[in-house]
């Protein structure tokens, strides 16, 4: 079964997730040589998805996939409900199942059931645009300011309250 480049990259990136859950996200190269371990694959449209092609928060050029979430400068992790989207960017989230070897397949099911199941956000978790994520009801602009007016605020120390 020839598997396409977009499902190479996310297998390899949900590999290391299942590998390492204790890495929050991974660098380009980490996920391109876990590619390479596992299909022996050196087509450059792998490169090029980890790169760019199914960034969620990327203009879509041309791909419009959403498997991926760039947590910094040359890092990346699966992308998870909540993540920012580019407006225009529609495409699939995780590979189909029937697009995969059989042994790829419980990948996606623990994607869906573990990983983003809990609609982006992990236990535990402080972070206040995490939790206003959560909501889901919230439009991007109003999402953006609000976070924005925690995190000043959150540094606040009004001398009134002493």
């Known amino acids: 079964m020839n598997i396409l480049v977009a499902d190479e990259a996310w297998l390899a ?3 290391l997730h299942r590998e390492h859950p204790e890495a929050e996200d991974f660098s380009l190269d980490e996920i391109r040589e876990r590619s390479l371990k596992e299909f022996h ?18 203009p879509p050029n041309p791909a419009q996939y959403r498997m991926l979430h760039s947590t ?7 992308y998870r409900r909540g993540d920012p989207v580019h407006p225009e ?8 199942k029937r697009d995969i070897p059989e042994r ?11 990983y983003d199941g809990n609609g982006g956000a992990r236990k535990g978790s402080s972070n206040p645009a995490a ?16 976070t924005e007016a925690i995190a000043a605020a959150c540094e606040r120390v009004d001398a009134s309250e002493w």
């Open 13 to 15: 990136a949900a590999l």
């Open 104 to 114: 790829y397949r419980p990948l996606v099911d623990w994607y869906v059931e573990e």
């Open 131 to 146: 939790l206003l994520k959560f909501v889901g009801m919230i439009p991007a602009y109003d999402l953006r300011k609000m």
């Open 41 to 58: 694959d050196r087509r450059p449209g792998v490169w090029q998805h980890i790169v760019s092609h199914c960034i969620a928060s990327n």
């Open 72 to 78: 910094a400068r040359g890092r990346r992790r699966l």
């Open 89 to 96: 960017r529609r495409g699939k989230v995780h590979p189909d």
